[in-house]
């Protein structure tokens, strides 16, 4: 029983006693005796009006957060779970710059600087179910912290890999790490108001558009006097400073009720009103802990299987297609494979021999400033990218923004000036990004809590798979033909856009589930003191 609830009864208590004390003398005996009986109704009176008040009074997680509202912690959390996709964009955009480097260090073939940025992705996708499924089950806050360790970890040693082998399994190792830093998405999701989703998580891109520029900036400042090796080691920074900062972020209050642990979920709820200085909904924390997490059977249910199925391939385009931009753009620059009109010297030669190899070309100082315009594109559209969530929803939305990728690869094949293929990439990286946003908010949105991890998971291993094709045509492909390389990006656009028109759900305004068949089902009680 709560405390205030003690407290009334015994004030009840204590109340009925002074009156009996204080009744007329002349009264008699009698009188005590029916002021007993008295004494006796209204306490059995007052213990069934508590019983009945506990059961009506009560809240979920969802009401929580809701009545909570946007304050100081979110902004303390979107700063700090923003910082995760620093840490994620300089491990991905450090293939890009690293790859003319370290082509000309060993004397790699294409294939093999494809090779790297596939393992990467393989270790990702080995990783990435896994660390959904462990997220479910032991907590997301867990998976977070040790994939800051171990990417942190593993990314340091890449800088003194001696040789090419040794750097390839190293990055594999980065890439697994890099999976379990994802899942912060997932943690930021559950702690945010249904109206205010679509505003804060298309702004995550702001800080993937800083960690890809902190990447290039240090491209242009240390490759050149210092080398990669020196590159990669201040890339860690971010990372280390991070793990000492990650203490500030609780375990999610979503994963705590479906895990049982209601005092948890209830504690964390009232230190967040308490930092936002809100309230929490009148009465007791009411939840249905959940037996069943992390089970993928969950995944293929009649009620998600369809848009399990479709969000694979949704995932799959999506890594496939902003990959292919990021190392597409890298390679066009490296080897001058555009159709430039107004080309300088530098960039009207074409730097590939007879057979294919091309051993030792680094980025010239407009290379490194083109990839910098072109990762503003990631985050300068995100006006447009909450405008397309709010009005038209998520489904519309990713048929949209496919169609324009789609749209954008194809006009890389035409002769442009240097300007025009600027605003081009700038355009392309804008639209691949927000689509890659859309794809994580709709998936963290569509999944129940018992499976929202896992999902995201089983998701992020598809889209790796992507992920690994596309070195091997923007890299490898590109150096035959630029038309046959870009093709692929373009139908797989188109394709996937038509695909989302089947997503049977949408998830605009639409409350966090917690497990898929929404059932409301009374449980363990954690009092509202």
């Not at 840490?87 to 600087?113: F, N, Q």
Request: charged share 15%; aromatic share 12%.
């Amino acid at each position: 029983m709560a405390d205030g609830m003690k407290t009334e009864l015994v004030s009840a208590i204590h109340l009925q006693e002074v009156e009996l004390n204080w009744s007329p003398v002349e009264s008699g005996q009698k009188g005590r005796n029916e002021k007993g009986e008295f004494l006796k109704d209204q306490l059995n009176f007052l213990l069934m009006d508590t019983c009945a008040c506990s059961a009506e009074h009560t809240f979920t997680v969802e009401e929580a957060v809701e009545t909570i509202g946007f304050g100081r912690f979110h902004v303390l959390l979107f700063l700090i779970m923003g910082s995760a996709n620093i840490v994620e964009a300089m491990e991905v955009m450090l293939l890009a710059v690293v790859s003319p480097e370290i082509r000309c260090e060993w004397h790699l073939k294409d294939w093999e600087v494809a090779l790297v940025s596939t393992m990467v992705f393989v270790g990702f996708m080995a990783c990435g179910a896994l660390s959904g499924y462990i997220a479910d089950r032991y907590g997301r806050w867990k998976v977070v912290f040790g994939g800051f360790v171990w990417s942190a970890y593993f990314s340091l040693l890449t800088s003194f890999a001696p040789s090419y082998g040794w750097f390839i399994f190293l990055r594999t190792m980065v890439g697994c790490g890099v999976a379990g830093v994802s899942q912060g998405f997932v943690l930021k999701t559950e702690f945010i108001p249904a109206k205010h989703r679509a505003t804060l998580l298309p702004l995550a891109t702001v800080f993937w558009m800083i960690g890809s520029m902190l990447i290039i900036i240090l491209g242009m400042l240390v490759v050149p006097t210092l080398g990669w090796r020196w590159m990669i080691r201040f890339s860690v920074t971010p990372s280390i400073i991070l793990i000492f900062l990650f203490r500030f972020i609780p375990e999610s209050a979503r994963y705590n009720v479906s895990a049982g642990n209601h005092q948890a979920a209830f504690n964390t709820l009232s230190k967040i009103a308490k930092m936002n200085r809100a309230h929490l909904p009148p009465g007791h924390l009411v939840e249905s802990s959940e037996k069943e997490r992390g089970s993928w059977r969950i995944l293929l249910t009649p009620s998600l299987r369809r848009t399990t199925l479709l969000l694979w391939y949704s995932w799959f385009v999506a890594s496939f297609i902003y990959y292919g931009s990021v190392l597409g753009s890298s390679e066009l620059l490296e080897k001058n494979l555009l159709c430039i009109t107004d080309a300088d010297i530098e960039h009207a030669v074409k730097h590939k021999h007879e057979d294919g190899i091309c051993y030792c070309v680094p980025f010239g100082m407009s290379d490194y400033q083109t990839l910098l315009i072109s990762c503003l594109g990631e985050s300068a559209l995100i006006p447009v990218n909450i405008a397309l969530l709010n009005v038209f929803g998520r489904r519309i939305s990713l048929s949209i923004l496919q169609l324009l990728s789609a749209f954008f690869f194809m006009m890389l094949n035409i002769c442009s000036t240097m300007f025009g293929f600027t605003v081009l990439l700038f355009l392309l990286r804008s639209v691949v990004s927000m689509n890659f946003n859309v794809t994580y908010i709709y998936t963290a949105e569509v999944y129940p809590t018992v499976a929202r991890s896992l999902g995201l998971g089983f998701c992020t291993s598809f889209s790796r798979i992507g992920g690994m094709i596309a070195p091997f045509i923007a890299q490898v492909l590109m150096s035959q033909s630029v038309v046959k390389a870009l093709s692929p990006f373009a139908v797989a656009c188109v394709v996937c856009a038509l695909g989302n028109c089947l997503l049977p759900i949408e998830t605009k305004g639409r409350a966090l589930l917690v497990n898929d068949t929404i059932p409301i089902q009374p449980c363990h009680l954690t009092p509202h003191v």
